[in-house]
């Protein structure tokens, strides 16, 4: 969910807008994105709308995130069953 104007909640729900209905952990940075990470992979929402799916095809350890973490440096890292991915801002 995500409170629209103060008012109302926006459900989000897989397939159409999310990787996944369950999402294990939510990562909102300072560039606008809100990573939503949980069974499946990783969504990303920018700008007002899902744009980004990531699965292990593009680079996760593994489907089943369970934590997401930004460092200092503005990598987002996120944690899976078989391990972690940091994600630099262009590659994993």
Do not use: C, M
């Amino acid at each position: 969910y995500r409170l629209d104007d103060g008012n109302s909640f926006q459900l989000y729900q897989a397939p159409d807008e999310i990787l996944s209905s369950y999402v294990h952990d939510v990562l909102a940075t300072p560039d606008g994105r809100v990573w939503a990470g949980g069974l499946g992979g990783l969504s990303i929402y920018e700008n007002g709308a899902w744009k980004e799916r990531v699965t292990p095809a593009d680079g996760l350890p593994n489907a089943w995130v369970n934590a997401l973490a930004r460092d200092t440096e503005g990598g987002v890292w996120v944690g899976t069953e078989l391990g972690a991915a940091r994600f630099d801002g262009t590659r994993w």
